[in-house]
């Protein structure tokens, strides 16, 4: 699928409410968890996240992926050594939902995504926030009005199951640009699961999986160098996420 394709298939997603009407963002679109929910938030916590392999404490639902998100911005952190200050870029950033807490974290915040509709919902919600910005971009590329060596962090939550293998190779080599010299990206794979695949039904959310071998790779190939991969594990499912942080230098 060519660039342009591809952005204008998102782009027809998100008009039509991608994110307002996915299960996984109810908590930012008028709901509120639940005890039960709550109560998950505290297992995600308990879990030792310095550790390479981590199971889930329960089978794969759509409360398990709102849990993970509402508890990122603690574990994220206990799982990688990550800057906690300076310049954020949240590449794929939807409506703003991690744009939010980093601004609390950094004293800039920079959210690109391929949708100019879901960037206009962003800067919506993120209005009150004075040191947030936000960018549309190619599918196989950031910003261009990202300045080079400027990023201390850059973060890239569920993105490249959704996008071409090669696509996601220039994304993280554009990310590798930006990024200083002690600078880190993080983003997620699946894996053990489609891992020849690469593409998906056309107006769908694709599941491009992964091998640790070809995360590896694909850092590699971006230019960039390895420090970390983290294999997140289901009780129910041999199906993985892999968490990958990598540096520029």
Not at 4 to 19: L, N
Not at 24 to 33: E, L, T
Not at 77 to 91: N, S
Request: glycine content about 6%.
């Amino acid at each position: 699928m060519k660039n342009a394709e591809f952005k204008g298939m998102w782009e027809k997603m998100q008009e039509k409410d991608y994110f307002a009407n996915h299960p996984h963002y109810s908590d930012h679109f008028g709901s509120s968890p639940s005890k039960d929910e709550l109560a998950l938030d505290r297992k995600m916590l308990s879990l030792d996240f310095t550790q390479n392999e981590i199971t889930m404490p329960i089978p794969y639902s759509d409360a398990l992926e709102r849990s993970v998100k509402r508890t990122e911005s603690v574990w994220l952190y206990e799982m990688f050594a990550l800057p906690k200050a300076g310049v954020a870029l949240d590449v794929g950033c939807g409506f703003g939902r991690s744009v939010k807490w980093m601004a609390q974290h950094y004293s800039r915040v920079i959210g690109t995504d391929i949708s100019e509709n879901v960037i206009s919902k962003a800067r919506a919600n993120c209005a009150a926030l004075q040191n947030v910005e936000f960018f549309t971009n190619d599918s196989n590329s950031i910003a261009a009005d990202i300045e080079p060596a400027s990023i201390d962090v850059a973060y890239i939550f569920t993105v490249f199951q959704h996008i071409p293998r090669e696509f996601s190779v220039d994304i993280l080599s554009s990310v590798g640009k930006v990024l200083r010299g002690n600078g880190k990206v993080v983003f997620n794979l699946l894996s053990n699961i489609n891992e020849d695949l690469n593409s998906g039904i056309e107006g769908t959310e694709w599941a491009i999986g992964y091998s640790e071998e070809q995360a590896a790779k694909l850092v590699e190939q971006s230019g960039l160098h390895l420090d970390k991969i983290v294999s997140w594990s289901r009780p129910e499912t041999e199906v993985r996420w892999l968490w990958v942080c990598a540096r520029a230098d």
